[in-house]
């Protein structure tokens, strides 16, 4: 078969919306509708005729909604092959009439999860007829349309389908079940059993946008979104204005977001973040002063950058990201000054993000190898009791420059390295294959850019210094001290751990362990 005539159209549906519209064009074009519940009843308050399901099936719906299309009449006239005689002389014998198009969404199982539902809601809204219905349609779609998306009603509102067409729907309705029942799974999974790892794992993941690539040209890309997406994301954010968001863009915002929202209840913080390492960040009194001192770390990556804030964007500090090429500036919102800044920077991408994400949430993360998935619990770990390890104590001012130093450093590619100094990052050294390599990058990079500032020096001199994981030899410490630093934070942990506080006390450093590392790859 190819084309169809829509004789008998099956409507049920949660969402009703464009429900009466297509209602009344299938009804115009003499199309018999059938339907249940809350949806015969919004087709008949449009003074639209409707037969009840129960009419078809002889038996009333029963058990609170339960059971209500759970029928031969309905199954049978939805699988029935119309080119097979054996099928049609059944349905005849039967009763069953043939049913050529369904029109179905399910109960809304994620939104009664995300209102914070009790349980016993959450399960009643675990859809059973209407999974089935789409399965016995889809499977049987060389004769019945299955529509599933109300973007696809003025398709079938002319009363006929295609054979491509029927094909296009049941490849989206099985999606749609498979990513149904994967929400379900999930929610019993992680949420109603507390499983962290269960030994099946459905993903649920709709496809937010198309990308115009990936990492690279000849790579592509999408962006998908979970069902039970988190505020204040990446993923869910408003672009205000600028060019399509590219597979990178998204990446290293994701970086500077989460990094800054480290700092959702401090004072500005901003974030500059180029190839998913921040270059650049700092603390003020007002977020352009924070923007100018993060700028200052290394104001060479930053062109070309990614910038985050913790604070609704105002028009100073526009002024002053206009200042060079920005490729994204993520926010939390920005006020009309703002806007009027980067709406004269047609290709700087303004995305807006409602809130910022909890940096100690839970959840998981998952990642690709080949053949299979690796998948690890978030790393929220947040800074508990410090242990001085050192003869000489850090001073309040070093004290927080480590934990300043240290919440970035969570945010760096191993081997990191962070120099920090009066609230803002002085050199930071990402990705090297050790730990040495890291320390003098780092050095270097804020010998460099004291030299394009003018500084009589680096600002590494009187500062703290982060390392992600402990140093295995005195060496990266070394460099350190070299570079100026006065106090140190690192986990600890190393079987030269002694080695390395003697170091630091020749020295006259002050080191604090956390007892906690933020490997990074």
Not at 225 to 251: T, W
Not at 444 to 461: C, N, R, S, Y
Request: glycine share 10%; net charge negative.
């Amino acid at each position: 078969m190819t084309d169809v005539t829509i004789r008998r159209a099956l409507l049920s549906v949660s969402d009703k919306t464009g429900l009466v519209d297509l209602a009344r064009a299938l009804a115009d074009k003499g199309v018999e509708l059938v339907s249940t519940g809350g949806t015969a009843k919004a087709i008949r308050e449009a003074g639209i005729a409707v037969r009840d399901v129960s009419d078809l099936t002889g038996f009333p719906e029963m058990m609170d909604g339960r059971v209500k299309t759970l029928h031969p009449t309905v199954h049978g006239g939805l699988l029935a092959r119309r080119d097979t005689p054996e099928h049609m002389a059944a349905a005849d014998a039967h009763g069953i009439g043939m049913i050529d198009l369904v029109v179905v969404n399910l109960y809304p199982f994620a939104a009664t999860v995300a209102r914070g539902a009790s349980r016993e809601d959450i399960i009643e809204n675990i859809d059973i007829g209407g999974p089935s219905m789409v399965r016995s349609a889809a499977k049987n779609h060389d004769s019945v349309a299955i529509v599933t998306d109300p973007a696809d009603y003025e398709a079938v509102a002319r009363g006929v389908t295609t054979l491509d067409e029927r094909r296009k729907f049941a490849a989206k309705a099985f999606a749609a079940t498979a990513e149904y029942d994967a929400m379900i799974a999930s929610w019993f999974a992680f949420a109603d059993q507390g499983e962290q790892f269960p030994e099946r794992l459905s993903v649920p993941l709709k496809r937010g946008q198309s990308l115009r690539y990936g990492e690279n040209p000849h790579q592509s890309a999408a962006l998908y979104l979970p069902a039970f997406a988190p505020a204040g994301s990446i993923a869910d954010h408003v672009q205000v204005q600028g060019k399509e968001l590219s597979y990178n863009n998204l990446n290293d915002a994701d970086a500077a977001l989460e990094l800054v929202a480290e700092f959702r209840d401090g004072p500005p913080t901003v974030v500059i973040v180029k190839h998913a390492n921040p270059c650049g960040v700092a603390t003020g009194e007002t977020l352009v002063e924070a923007y100018e001192k993060a700028l200052a770390c290394d104001s060479v990556s930053a062109f070309g950058g990614i910038i985050a804030v913790n604070r609704p964007l105002d028009g100073p500090t526009a002024e002053a990201i206009s200042g060079i090429f920005t490729e994204v500036v993520a926010a939390p919102d920005a006020d009309d000054a703002a806007k009027a800044v980067f709406a004269k920077k047609k290709n700087l991408r303004l995305i807006l993000t409602g809130d910022l994400p909890d940096p100690a949430r839970g959840g998981m993360m998952l990642k690709s190898i080949a053949g299979g998935m690796l998948l690890q619990g978030r790393d929220g770990g947040q800074l508990g009791d410090l242990t001085v390890v050192t003869k000489r104590q850090p001073t309040t001012q070093e004290l927080a420059d480590c934990r300043f130093a240290w919440t970035v450093a969570k945010h760096v590619k191993s081997n990191a390295i962070v120099y920090a100094k009066d609230g803002a990052t002085a050199g930071v050294g990402a990705g090297q294959m050790n730990r040495l390599e890291s320390a003098r990058i780092a050095a270097w990079k804020a010998k460099d850019a004291a030299e394009k500032a003018g500084w009589a020096e680096p600002k590494t001199i009187g500062s703290a210094v982060a390392s992600d994981a402990f140093f295995p030899f005195a060496d990266g410490l070394l460099a350190a001290v070299e570079a100026g630093a006065t106090a140190v934070i690192q986990p600890g942990g190393s079987i030269r751990d002694e080695d390395v506080i003697a170091a630091a006390d020749e020295a006259g450093l002050a080191m604090v362990f956390t007892g906690m590392r933020h490997f990074r790859h």
